[in-house]
């Protein structure tokens, strides 16, 4: 059983599209998050979530929108694609937040062409 | 910016051989984590240390943690080839997200 899942695993494609990553976790955990990995492998935090309210909201560009729809799904969706979005973006789960480790997905890489 | 910052950047040392990386950061924390991340794949937590304790160990991992210099290590015991990824420590400031060091690479060489 695979705690957090994230697809597509890979995702390819051309500046200008919109793309969405799913991710969901069945640990039971209230708290979900996104992280971006650029190519240097710096881990940066793009949004988090608490019982589907938003909580941190980093400086990310309004492309990017996260929907919660309930408490085990965080997903991510992606417009106008440019090429500074390629990175591997990781989805993470904790049990409240600030007390425990987090549990990651494997990993979405975006490549934009 | 990234909060942490660790040392070495790359290590590579021999199976059996100890493996020490350090950690610094900047704030306040109420916590500090250690990741490892295989090659493509995503970071598994291996160890929380909380800002009230010093040391912590979990099989082959030793932590320990200075808040006055802020700063903190990772030791890895008789490593294994298998042990070859990169680690990350990550703070907890009471933020209610995790902010990453920058990762030293590990190898283990057989």
């Known amino acids: 059983d695979t705690a957090v899942s994230q697809t597509p695993k890979y995702l390819v494609t051309q500046m200008g599209n919109d793309k969405s990553i799913k991710c969901e976790q069945n640990?039971?955990?209230?708290?979900m998050y996104w992280y971006k990995q650029d190519s240097k492998k710096f881990l940066k935090i793009m949004f988090s979530?608490?019982?589907?309210?938003?909580?941190i909201n980093e400086t990310v560009p309004n492309r990017f929108s996260p929907k919660s729809p309930d408490k085990a799904h965080l997903n991510l969706h992606i417009n106008s694609l440019e090429l500074g979005d390629s990175a591997v973006y990781f989805c993470?789960?904790?049990?409240?937040?600030?007390?425990?480790?987090?549990?990651f997905g494997s990993g979405t890489r975006l490549t934009v062409v | 910016s990234q909060q942490g910052e660790e040392d070495p950047q790359a290590l590579s040392i021999q199976e059996g051989e100890n493996a020490t990386m350090n950690c610094s950061y900047k704030?306040?924390?109420?916590?500090l984590q250690w990741y490892r991340q295989n090659s493509g794949r995503g970071l598994v937590h291996l160890i929380l240390?909380?800002?009230?304790?010093r040391e912590k160990h979990s099989g082959r991992l030793r932590v320990t943690l200075d808040t006055s210099k802020k700063s903190s290590s990772l030791l890895i015991t008789a490593s294994r080839a298998a042990d070859t990824a990169s680690y990350f420590c990550?703070?907890?400031?009471?933020?209610?997200?995790?902010?990453f060091g920058a990762g030293t690479i590990l190898r283990v060489k057989s």
């Open positions: 704030t306040s924390i109420n916590n």
């Open positions: 979530y608490n019982n589907k309210e938003l909580i």
């Open positions: 990550a703070t907890d400031a009471a933020t209610r997200k995790l902010v």
């Open positions: 640990l039971g955990h209230d708290t």
């Open positions: 993470a789960s904790s049990q409240e937040a600030g007390y425990y480790g987090y549990t």
């Open positions: 240390i909380r800002s009230n304790e």
